[in-house]
């Protein structure tokens, strides 16, 4: 089995040698092929090497580390590091998949390794991109009009706790009018928004409506079963079944 790759990105020698010893404690399994210690030269690295995580500073020399994300989006999946924790939101818009606040806490790199961990296993840009294209050309026009930039992050509540949830991880949106939960790998998360408002902030493209109450992550579906006019989207954990309402079924037609 292929071990996932890495490369760390940073330019003060003491963090970039705390972060790799870290990671070597807590996921041997990790390789990292290079460190950086500009932007410059960790993007050379990413385009040579294509390592399946990157670990980038916010604050580096020359292209920065917002800077780096944007050149290098979808190419793999990024962490940024920082000293600030205002960065946090605007690390999240460019698609990063967690963000660590120097001096870095072991249990808090526990919390991106497992992550991590857990995006790795999803092959989201193949299976988003091979069901996009059955997708149709626009929206109804009675559709809400969806922002330039789709909804990255989300504040969501466990209890009495309140999580910051990537939308990437969400499987799944299932309404009761009022709220919305979120279910993800880690749990079930309720947003204190309706469906109607949730879908105005989503990718329409990753985010399908199969139910009045239900919206899917496309990059989270194993398969579509279809028998005697109904239909269910099965999900990549193997137990979650989801029906289709008539009303939804025609977009997996051609599939």
Known sequence: MKHPTA??????????????????????QLQVLAEAEDGERGLALVLELRPDIVFVDIRLPGL????????????????????????????????????LLKPLATERLRETVQRLQQRLQLP??????WLQQWAPPSLPSS???????PLRWLQASQGERLHLVMVAD???FRSDN???????????????????????????????????????????????????????????????????????????KPM
């Open 7 to 28: 490369l760390l990105i940073e330019d003060e020698a003491l963090p970039r040698q705390r972060l790799r010893e870290g990671l070597a404690e807590l996921w041997p």
């Open 124 to 129: 989201p840009a193949e299976l988003a991109r």
């Open 143 to 149: 559709a809400p009009a969806v922002p330039s930039a």
């Open 170 to 172: 969400v499987s799944h």
């Open 64 to 99: 920065d580390g917002l800077q780096l994300a944007r050149r290098i989006k979808g190419l793999c999946h990024i962490v940024f590091v920082t000293a600030y924790d205002a960065h946090a939101v605007t690390a999240f818009d460019q698609g990063a998949v967690d963000y």
């Open 178 to 252: 009022k709220y919305t939960c979120a279910f993800t790998a880690e749990g079930e998360y309720l947003l204190r928004l309706s469906l109607r408002e949730l879908l105005q902030q989503l990718d329409p493209e990753q985010f399908w409506q199969i139910h009045r109450a239900v919206v899917i992550n496309v990059a989270h579906v194993a398969r579509v079963d279809r028998s005697l006019g109904s239909m269910e989207v099965l999900l990549k954990d193997g137990k979650t079944r989801l029906p289709v309402s008539q009303s939804f079924q025609p977009r997996f």
